[in-house]
């Protein structure tokens, strides 16, 4: 079956320390999503990729890298300048059109 | 810019109550509109959709209509039960130049038995 697969479901780090999130689709959507879920405060976009070797900044990309080398992979890595980073983040691709994204089950992070 | 808004919860029910969950929109155009659900621990699952003005979408026995006169999308359901218990996001998405979705901050639901 086609769907997202998001890599660990939970990681711990240590502060100062750089942490990479992997995200695997297999549904052959171009574009791609990183979102970041705080309590109550719904879900904010980090990055977006519309193709391979093409990525945009979101609403709160300050912190966070990402790479596009493969149409299956958007990896997004939570480097040491990200202030706050323990957050559940969330991975989406979707389809041309208005079919709406294809989420994977997500990575919670906590520094420590 | 774009936005979405919808009531904030938690809203707590008994099993076989009806449910309504208030979503509006701001937006230039006549955005998609959506609601996901998001069960403990897991990533957000799409629940319907609709893409223009009066359409309904529908799922599970969950219904909503986009309504261009009001800027809403309110989630209905006649008769909850507690395996629906979850967040509820709406969103919204234009439907020119790049698309990406704007989430409301979501709305938990509690269903006791």
């Known amino acids: 079956d086609g769907g997202i697969t998001q890599s660990p479901k939970y990681l711990f780090r240590k502060e100062g320390q750089n942490v990479t999130l992997s995200c695997e689709q297999n549904l052959n959507h171009d574009a791609m999503y990183w979102y970041r879920q705080d309590p109550g405060q719904g879900l904010r976009l980090i990055y977006y990729s519309q193709i391979v070797n093409d990525f945009q900044k979101g609403d709160i990309a300050e912190g966070y890298s990402v790479s596009r080398e493969k149409k299956e992979s958007f990896p997004l890595t939570v480097t040491s300048a990200q202030k706050n980073p323990t957050a559940f983040y969330l991975c989406?691709?979707?389809?041309?059109?208005?079919?709406?994204?294809?989420f994977g089950s997500g990575t919670r992070l906590t520094v420590v | 810019g774009d936005s979405v808004t919808q009531m904030e919860g938690p809203v707590t029910l008994s099993e076989e109550a009806c449910l309504t969950i208030?979503?509006?929109?701001?937006?230039?155009?006549?955005?998609?509109l959506f609601w996901y659900v998001q069960y403990p621990g897991e990533g957000l699952q799409l629940l319907l959709k609709a893409t223009k003005a009066d359409d309904k979408g529908s799922n599970k026995g969950f219904e909503a209509t986009y309504r261009k006169e009001t800027t809403s999308f309110h989630l209905e359901k006649g008769s909850v039960q507690v395996s629906d218990s979850a967040v509820y996001f709406c969103a919204a998405e234009r439907n020119t130049g790049f698309q990406k979705l704007v989430f409301g901050t979501g709305t938990r639901l509690l269903v006791s038995p």
């Open positions: 208030n979503c509006t929109y701001t937006a230039t155009g006549y955005p998609s």
């Open positions: 989406a691709s979707r389809p041309p059109g208005s079919e709406g994204y294809t």
